[in-house]
């Protein structure tokens, strides 16, 4: 049995094929499996709460795992040793999600290829090798455009009276926003990328709204400053989002991109799919 996978901060997609006739076998989602900021403990009892996991452990023969927050030695050891001790017969390879980003969405063709999911990252892919303009430092550092950027940003208009009345009462219909509540939260439980992520989902009901456009604009041009610009490439290089912001705001997104004389070739929800043909392709021993 062969694993891949495409996991972010909040959610993974995983299917398994068959190893001999590479068919799918399942399709399972699990919780968010990114090591750097979610402990040891708290992954492994995500990985197990699966059955198909837990009952089916010693048949894998192979795992591809592509996840937020592996962008280091130490996060990717920490997921890698897991996965050995949860599978013990695995042969385990894990990357960045930009990298399944660049597989799902280009292949082997060079390409810029951006996410907004829970979290925002970029790389150029020359149709060899993957570079990033910068390492992401995550989401109280960087994360432009992301779920958890909207989400910190609507919490903060809310708090600071500067949202729109009309929309505040919306939100405060929509979410517990008790100070001790909102803090615990962000300060003393797991996953505050996560909790933060959830309220972006509020936009999309206002996403006409002149308040929500201008903050969608300004984030998504914030991203494109820090994360497509820099890589100084011209405007015939394809540009393609992976990610649920980058979907379900797309029209926003190829506004600011005609900003910057850019035009976006494709915008993908959720790449698993993509990512299993390539592998089956090119990967699948």
Not at 10 to 23: M, S
Not at 251 to 264: G, P, R
């Amino acid at each position: 049995m062969i694993l891949i996978a495409d996991g972010g901060s909040t959610k993974a997609d995983w299917i398994a094929l068959d190893g001999e006739t590479k068919e799918q076998l399942f399709k399972v989602r699990t919780g968010g499996l990114n090591p750097a900021v979610v402990a040891v403990e708290v992954l492994r009892e995500r990985i197990l709460a699966e059955p198909q996991f837990s009952n089916n452990s010693d048949k894998v023969s192979q795992i591809f795992f592509y996840g937020a927050g592996c962008g280091t030695v130490v996060a990717t050891k920490i997921l890698k040793d897991l996965f050995e001790e949860i599978f013990p017969n695995a042969e385990v390879v894990v990357g960045e999600d930009t990298l399944a980003a660049v597989y799902a969405a280009t292949g082997t063709e060079p390409a810029i290829v951006c996410i907004l999911g829970t979290g925002s990252n970029s790389s150029y892919f020359d149709g060899e090798t993957i570079v990033s303009n910068s390492v992401s430092l995550g989401y109280i550092v960087m994360d432009e455009a992301s779920g958890n950027y909207f989400g910190k940003r609507l919490l903060r208009n809310y708090f600071y009276k500067v949202m729109p009345d009309y929309i505040a009462k919306e939100f405060e219909k929509a979410y517990n926003l008790e100070p001790d509540h909102v803090k615990f939260n962000l300060y003393r439980q797991p996953n505050p990328n996560t909790y933060l992520a959830d309220f972006a989902s509020f936009m999309f009901q206002f996403k006409e709204d002149p308040y929500v456009l201008d903050l969608m604009e300004d984030g998504f041009d914030a991203f494109f400053k820090a994360r497509v610009l820099p890589y100084n490439k011209d405007k015939s290089t394809p540009i393609y989002f992976i990610g649920s912001i980058a979907h379900y705001f797309s029209d926003i997104l190829e506004k600011v991109a005609a900003k910057h004389d850019l035009k976006i070739t494709g915008v993908i929800q959720r790449p698993i799919n993509n990512l299993i043909e390539y592998h089956k392709k090119n990967l699948i021993k």
